[in-house]
T-cell receptor, first 111, second 116 residues
């Protein structure tokens, strides 16, 4: 079975600083990878996805992620964060007919 | 507007009571999913359905039941057998099996269930 590990449960950062949220997955087959964002008391929204092709994927709100097959990683990055980026971020991997989610990383942006 | 509607937003359960969470979608999606979210544990799959009148257990199905009588609807019942039901429940849908088209999930806004 596939699994996803998000190494940091919380990431505090000051506004306008860069941020990286880490995600590693385990899989012996080709994978589809996703990052979702959840604002308080809401459902999840898709930030970006990797299906195939270029390993650098750009998403909404200035986020991007890089697929690294040799390191089985799919880290999420943003060069300059805003207060409004405060939320919980989930990495996910597809398995046959469902998504497997990581435990989430809480990004807290301070002014 | 197309989307997924979950109701109610907040729900309280008494000891020994069954409660049902509603999930309706007008996206014409084939597949629907129920996830449970607990702080620090991410999302765990309870049940999913890829076609009407058929559904599969996820990782934590014990104490829950579902039905899929219509394509648009996938209600979740939290039975009295679920001893720790307090959590945030999320319903989601997708076009078809996720790997077949690399599809993504569309989520509802969730139901917070608490025990009285």
């Amino acid at each position: 079975a596939q699994s996803v590990t998000q190494l940091d449960s919380q990431v505090p950062v000051f506004e306008e600083a860069p941020v990286e949220l880490r995600c590693n997955y385990s899989s012996s087959v080709s994978v589809y990878l996703f990052w979702y964002v959840q604002y308080p008391n809401q459902g999840l929204q898709l930030l970006l996805k990797y299906l195939s092709g270029s390993t650098l994927v750009k998403g909404i709100n200035g986020f991007e992620a890089e697929f690294n097959k040799s390191q089985t990683s799919f880290h999420l990055r943003k060069p300059s964060v805003h207060i409004s980026d405060t939320a919980e971020y989930f990495c996910a991997v597809s398995e046959t007919d469902k998504l497997i989610f990581g435990t989430g990383t809480r990004l807290q942006v301070f002014p | 507007d197309g989307g997924i509607t979950q109701s109610p937003k907040y729900l309280f359960r008494k000891e020994g009571q069954n409660v049902t969470l509603s999930c309706e979608q007008n996206l014409n999606h084939d597949a629907m999913y129920w996830y449970r979210q607990d702080p620090g544990q991410g999302l765990r799959l309870i049940y999913y359905s890829q076609i009407v009148n058929d559904f599969q257990k996820g990782d934590i199905a014990e104490g829950y039941s579902v039905s899929r009588e219509k394509k648009e609807s996938f209600p979740l019942t939290v039975t009295s057998a679920q001893k720790n039901p307090t959590a945030f429940y999320l319903c989601a849908s997708s076009i078809i099996g996720l790997r077949l088209d690399g599809g993504m999930l569309f989520f509802g806004s969730g139901t917070q269930l608490s025990v009285l």
